[in-house]
């Protein structure tokens, strides 16, 4: 995580914002890196072991902590197992954390990016991805009103 004053930063530009001559000092800007695990089933089973637990409960707490990030899961087979893995994996982290479904992203991926992946990764039938993606928040300045 990096914390970085406006001044020694270019600002970010929205179109919502009101534009300002200077940024005050309480303004910052936040960046979470991204944020990549692999859990992995065992053969032929969507059950969550309490080693994947501790990984999702890594997650979670991110997810909770910081209130704009989200997670993106992901597969590489398409079968109602591979269902199964992604709901067990996206119902344990909202049940237990309290994350809002939009914040939960469940994919499965192309045949294309499939056979690329099986490349790198020996077990990839019973492999999850879990992905919080980069991201970076403006905090709020109290005494302007504005972000």
């Given at each position: 995580?990096?914390?970085?004053?406006?001044?020694?930063?270019?600002?970010?530009?929205?179109?919502?914002?009101?534009?300002?001559?200077?940024?005050?000092?309480?303004?910052?800007?936040?960046?979470?890196?991204?944020?990549?695990?692999?859990?992995y089933f065992?053969?032929?089973?969507?059950?969550?072991?309490?080693?994947?637990?501790?990984?999702?409960?890594?997650?979670?707490?991110?997810?909770?902590?910081?209130?704009?990030?989200?997670?993106?899961?992901?597969?590489?087979?398409?079968d109602d197992?591979?269902?199964?893995?992604?709901?067990?994996?996206?119902?344990?982290?909202?049940?237990?954390?309290?994350?809002?479904?939009?914040?939960?992203?469940i994919m499965?991926?192309?045949?294309?990016?499939?056979?690329?992946?099986?490349?790198?990764?020996?077990?990839?039938?019973?492999?999850?991805?879990?992905?919080?993606?980069?991201?970076?928040?403006?905090?709020?300045?109290?005494?302007?009103?504005?972000?």
């Amino acid at each position: 995580m990096a914390i970085h004053s406006f001044s020694q930063t270019n600002p970010i530009s929205h179109p919502l914002v009101t534009e300002l001559n200077y940024y005050p000092e309480q303004g910052m800007l936040v960046a979470f890196p991204t944020h990549y695990d692999v859990i992995y089933f065992e053969n032929n089973s969507s059950q969550l072991t309490i080693t994947m637990k501790t990984i999702l409960n890594n997650i979670g707490y991110l997810l909770d902590t910081y209130k704009e990030t989200y997670l993106v899961i992901t597969l590489h087979t398409s079968d109602d197992l591979a269902y199964d893995r992604l709901y067990s994996v996206a119902d344990y982290i909202a049940m237990q954390f309290k994350i809002e479904q939009e914040r939960i992203q469940i994919m499965l991926t192309s045949q294309e990016e499939t056979k690329h992946y099986k490349q790198y990764e020996k077990n990839w039938k019973n492999s999850t991805e879990l992905i919080m993606p980069k991201t970076i928040i403006v905090t709020y300045d109290p005494e302007l009103g504005v972000y």
